[in-house]
């Protein structure tokens, strides 16, 4: 497959102009960056690399950081996580609070901020310094000893996550988090603010699509099981209230990040990822879903 | 692939009397059925049949058909259906009807029941006969002109079915119901009650497996576009709140009915369907889950 | 007190011109009333009548028939109707129908729809001819036997009713509904459509002022504590979304309805209705509430 | 009136031993408390006081103390804060969480805790040390300088008060709390720890009797509107989710705590507060409602 040729007709196809969404401005420091800014980037199974545009360029990965979190939450519980944290679509947005009333504090999914902020507290009780811990997780995975959190954007996100600060409170009462607020949400809003290229992402997530080993040293990380758990709830759960669309337009497990990222895995194949900071109304990356669905057809290698 | 040794091995690991859950007594006429029954049918794109138990035995297929009144809406209306009904898993079953509220009666995708209800609406409105030609189209992807509605199970349905008349009434208050009350549940009453054999699902559901064509004639019966669209539907809301579940489970788009039967498709591979009447607390049929997974498993190709 | 001087007062104030509602338009036959009608009438505990403007006109009067049909249901069952429906306000008219699931099926109160819809039931089932019983009750109330029916605006009603039988049947599934659908609503439809002038209101109203006695002929209809229980509930849930609001201007017991009629009762010291079509944005009539606020400031009498 | 032959009356009627309820046991302080306590203290408007049983012995007050913060946010604000809180019941305790965001977090009422976290944030928005000033103003209105915070039972309320601190925190996201979250929870838990007997209960209430005055010295704290705002408040939101029920039994303004105790108002007539631990399945005090129903009957003396 000449997956070069593909992102070369994908960049000239695509155009930031043609998108009606925006930015996100939720806090300052995402409002500043540059609409323009359109980079993806491609690593197969047999190592090789290809990429287009910005996909050098470090962003705010903002949720697709839950998938670490994840990941270093099973390594740690296994099959026990689920009696804290559900598997099922989450539908509405709007009802999430009900939602964990009734379900006794039990989050629909690792995915949704109540999910991730319940991952959150299962890693700040269970690590002794988790934030570190995280880096030298994703570092590992990645390959890159210098990825690291974006401070200010930690610092914007605190300023104004009352609403996180209110699920973890309300999921306190109900009996499903068992560390202080402080340390939770700051290690989440931490999490959040990672800062990686679409060559980072890419290169993350390959232990994703080569059933839980890194690519370059056949370390396991995650096993196969694990691996296919995360993948079923990207394929269900990781695109807020897109996942159907998603599901049908590009067909392959994938989580998206306000910051305008998406990245997504074809098993055995490759992990992509795509940055274009401009969301659709539904807060997924409006060209970097394009882009997912002109691979897939182009490649013709589909899940359906 | 040695599909009929996979089958073989699947019979003799499981056991209706391992399993918790029960029959659906809801209706009178689905709780009489024997618990014990079981059988499997695997449709291969090669045209070979490989099977095991009762899988000739026709039953109830219930929640299954909306696959199929889902088909015909497409063919009728293409894209234009989306206006009608969303794309996305509902995640809430309870809310259901304040879910219609908030998004002015348009239903989260056409399986839940107040979507599968507008897509009666749109039969009743398009056809001049919609229980004939739901037959007619039935009866032809399938290949058999006998497979036909169980008057008992549809009356049985009819006279409890408030709920199912309190969403009617409900949608069409919010504008999204054009036809009168009786004769659409009249339509989806009869649509739930269709009685067909694993064997029977199997062949119907090649179309979905085999790109929207008839596997014996070539017949193209959906456009490839339409079967990737209900395939990701059946991927991310076959399975009422289950889908996660089941995506991580066995990997497949699939869609399974309260009167015990589950049927999938591998793209390009096969069809498959299932028969156990006993369901676990979600409603899906409990040993119809644990064959479909051995399956994937004993097979190894699951999608992730 | 000489209430005429008040009333005088109220009239020579008040001008519709100065209020930015609308009349009701979700059925024809509503939206044809004259915004510009203006009438007020009291009764008193001593027989005198006081009134000013439309007060002989007859109108729609909507939810005001309410009482009358929580009169007659309380007089079938006394203390044993609060199993079928509850006493408390329902705070939040977008949930109906949720609280209706929370609740297994019971209404928060009789003069919310679904409330109102279990009271019809309870009369279906116990009355061998409930439209014509309603009549005669009106009819005795009142002292007048030629209120009717309003067989269009009945039939308008019904035309567009389908929440409201969405209601009964979503109650039916719940198990809170005991009739067939069609003559509930046939009931409620025309309990709503009742056509009376303010004089005739407030003549009926009078056995809520005067302890269930009819005032002309001292014939009890309703016990104490009935009469009791209806104040109670018309001070906390007689006007939709607006209670609270109610209770601190005007301070008195009363029920509203659509078609701009509002009644108020001071026990033992009179009844009052007034008319004006033109509903604020929670559906109360505006000049309405106005003029029983006066009423209640100028003659110094109000509860608080 | 006799009002201590009627106080004898109801004290020898009544007997902890027939009720079924339990002491609150959310917070560990108030599950200490003896259920055997019962008493009750009337004050009149001519300045005569009749008692019984336990109505000199301090009690945690609990959320009657939320009529005290409204009525000092009422004299800062006055009808401007209905901008930040709206004035009608709430119906339903299990969404209020849902409601904060249908209505841009401005609550149902200042009861609900949400409301009285908003009253909270405008206290300690305005006032220098809003704690000081909330005693001053209890002192004043009751004649009594001694009166003060339990600090036991505000430390354990702070202890587990994740929900309310959620609530804050909610409501600081949809914009309507201003200070930050610690000042506020901190004012709420010590005005819900004020800690006051029947006796002086009923003193304090007197103002709510006596259009706004001090009984004592004729010093008006309260406009007569403002009084008439928060008698109409407690009649139809003061019971939690038995507001009706209270509406109809005793028929009079008035507040309950899950302390056990409850206060009561008769326009110009008498304030009354009865106190006894055990709380019906609503959260009231079953004794100290029966004792209310009781006085207002053997009185004749009903609103309605």
Chains 1, 2, 3, 4 share one sequence.
């Not at 310094?129 to 954007?153: A, H, M, S």
Request: aromatic share 10%; glycine share 8%; hydrophobic share 40%.
């Amino acid at each position: 497959m000449d997956y070069q040729k593909i992102l070369n007709t994908i960049e000239s196809e695509m155009n930031y102009r043609d998108v009606e969404g925006k930015v996100a401005s939720y806090i300052p420091e995402l409002a500043k960056v540059d609409p323009r800014k359109f980079g993806m980037h491609i690593y197969c199974g047999d190592k090789q690399h290809f990429c287009f545009g910005d996909s050098d360029e470090n962003f705010s990965i903002q949720s697709i950081a839950k998938v670490f979190s994840l990941s270093m939450a099973m390594i740690l519980m296994g099959e026990d996580l689920w009696k804290r944290v559900d598997v099922e679509p989450s539908g509405d947005p709007f009802n999430s609070l009900t939602q964990l009333e009734y379900e006794q504090g039990v989050p629909r999914n690792p995915f949704i901020n109540a999910g991730a902020l319940v991952i959150s507290d299962i890693l700040v009780a269970q690590l002794e310094d988790p934030k570190q811990e995280l880096l030298d997780f994703v570092r590992k995975i990645t390959g890159n000893p210098e990825i690291d959190f974006d401070k200010k954007i930690a610092a914007s996100e605190k300023s104004t996550g009352y609403r996180n600060i209110a699920l973890v409170n309300y999921m306190k009462a109900l009996g499903n988090i068992k560390c202080e607020v402080e340390p939770i949400v700051d290690f989440y809003f931490n999490l959040c603010s990672l800062s990686m290229s679409c060559k980072e992402l890419a290169q993350a997530f390959m232990i994703y699509a080569n059933k839980g080993k890194i690519l370059d040293t056949g370390e396991e990380i995650l096993t196969p099981t694990s691996v296919k758990r995360i993948n079923a709830l990207m394929q269900t759960c990781g695109f807020y209230d897109e996942a159907g669309e998603f599901s049908f337009e590009v067909g392959l497990p994938g989580k998206s990040g306000v910051g305008g990222g998406i990245v997504a895995i074809h098993p055995d194949q490759y992990s992509v990822a795509v940055w274009s900071p401009i969301l659709n109304h539904k807060g997924n990356s409006e060209l970097g879903m394009k882009a997912l669905e002109r691979l897939t057809t182009l490649s013709g290698l589909s899940v359906f």
